[in-house]
């Protein structure tokens, strides 16, 4: 997992800012067909947002958890059912 400083993470959050979901992720949770749209969609994007569907705010964390420990990726943002993640291009 990707451990941002405090300043990597305030200006991710304001690069994020204008960002639309580009991911959804439904009540079904996190499968691995969702896991690898992810992933192809932080290739191309770098910061992405995803929406989760779940009203469960621990589910919501641990899936976020989850996207930034098998990807690489880190936590930049958890807002409601928003999850912002970055993960650099390499």
């Not at 439904?26 to 067909?33: P, V």
């Not at 779940?54 to 996207?67: F, G, M, P, T, W």
């Amino acid at each position: 997992m990707l451990i941002l400083s405090v300043a990597q993470r305030r200006e991710l959050k304001a690069r994020a800012h204008s960002l639309n979901p580009t991911v959804m992720i439904g009540n079904a949770g996190l499968a691995a067909s969702v896991l690898d749209e992810i992933s192809r969609t932080l290739k191309s994007h770098e910061l992405i947002k995803i929406r989760v569907m779940s009203d469960d705010r621990e589910a919501r964390a641990a899936i976020l958890q989850e996207i930034c420990t098998q990807l690489n990726a880190g936590a930049v943002q958890h807002i409601g059912k928003i999850l912002v993640v970055y993960q650099p291009q390499e």
